[in-house]
């Protein structure tokens, strides 16, 4: 795999830009917010991702290696491909996509042109605890080597969306009823339901 390449920016047309590597041009697909950072003539690194098709070899290129993972993921979706997983992209931002997933806003997933609500919705359905920032495995309270408690994993998740640290710390004291309830009960707290929660809280403030 071409995990990223760096040079020379050589050309950048519609949705394309060629990189110099050790004199070879490579031809990259981008997001217009990744193109619209590279400048002609000047030096650039791109995060990559090659796309292997029976009769082409792709390389996407991307400003980090989120945009390039959240590409990656997406993608991997029944019925997105490499060139949907772009345009969502070039509509949302990665933080923006994993909050679209993460609270299920089909609304939003169909403002990518190519995606209708069935799409929408099996996004929703595949990546939700994929996508999902804080979504690891729920930790078992005391046994080290697991996933962090509960507070930890919703706080972080909130955060990587883009939320500032007072609005997550707010948002997890409004679903810690939630998690106290759970562990009464017996359980252990469900991040991703806890997550969801917090979006919620924080959207109808």
Known sequence: ???????????????????????VGVLVHCTPGTLAALRLGEPA???????????????F????????????????????????ALAMLAVHAPGQLRLAVASGDVKALTMVPGIGPKVAQRVILELKDKLMPGAAPDAVPGVPGLA????????????????????ADEAVATVAPQADAELAAGRVPQVAALLKAALRALSVR
């Not at 990559?48 to 390389?59: A, N």
């Not at 972080?156 to 609005?167: A, F, K, M, P």
Request: charged share 20%.
């Open 1 to 23: 795999m071409i995990a990223s390449v760096s040079g020379r920016t050589s050309a950048i047309g519609p949705g394309t830009a060629v990189v110099e590597v050790g004199g």
């Open 45 to 59: 690194r791109l995060a990559t991702s090659l796309v292997v098709r029976e009769e082409s070899l792709t390389l």
């Open 148 to 167: 962090p408690p509960w507070r930890e994993q919703v706080h972080t998740g909130l955060v990587g969306l883009g939320y500032s640290t007072r609005d």
């Open 61 to 84: 290129g991307f400003a980090d290696t989120e945009e390039r993972d959240v590409f990656e993921a997406v993608q991997k979706v029944a019925g997105v491909g490499p060139k949907l």
